[in-house]
């Protein structure tokens, strides 16, 4: 499969510069984001990408869209590829005003409240990676999947740091990381 970590988000910006939680709840994409969301479509134009898996947050939500319209591929919501719960941007949109917001996207598999109500260990995100992990493992098609996600989940599933806007490759059959160096 194809891991994608959204754009840079509003929270994105603010914290990277201050290293102190902004308080901007489920935030959009910057000017900048969008065009990371845009430069990702010719990269993947030559990819056989039948299926999107995205996070519900805005930020996956507004990532997905430039590419859900190139490739013309089903946009599947999974709150399991969701961000760790830890900060403010981690409070998401009620499914309601997502189905208002996205109404080409089916919502009716995910909860009103879809996302944690108390901070998330990291523990946590790693039981639900290797979960997501043995699910793809399991379809024959996995490896023409996209999946639209965050840093602590991408980091969970494979190891990896990577950036707004970053492609990285992973197939479910290899072993998940061992240890992982989360950043405050």
């Not at 929270?11 to 102190?20: D, E, Y």
């Not at 969970?156 to 405050?184: F, I, Y």
Request: hydrophobic share 45%.
């Amino acid at each position: 499969m194809i891991l994608l970590r959204h754009g840079q988000s509003e929270f994105n910006l603010h914290f990277s510069a201050t290293r102190r939680d902004p308080g901007i709840v489920d935030p959009r994409l910057t000017e900048l984001g969008h065009l990371q969301a845009a430069e990702v479509v010719p990269r993947l134009a030559g990819e056989r990408i039948a299926c999107i898996i995205t996070s519900p947050y805005t930020r996956a939500l507004q990532t997905v869209a430039p590419l859900a319209r190139a490739l013309g591929v089903k946009v599947l919501i999974n709150p399991v590829v969701r961000e760790r719960y830890a900060f403010a941007c981690d409070v998401g949109t009620p499914r309601t005003e997502l189905e208002r917001s996205w109404p080409e996207h089916d919502f009716s598999s995910i909860d009103e409240v879809w996302w944690p109500a108390i901070e998330e260990p990291a523990a946590s995100v790693i039981g639900r990676a290797a979960l997501f992990r043995a699910e793809m493992a399991a379809l024959p098609d996995w490896s023409d999947t996209l999946v639209v996600s965050h840093w602590g989940f991408i980091l969970s599933l494979t190891g990896k740091s990577v950036m707004n806007g970053e492609l990285l490759r992973c197939d479910p059959h290899e072993a998940p990381p061992e240890q992982l160096t989360w950043r405050a």
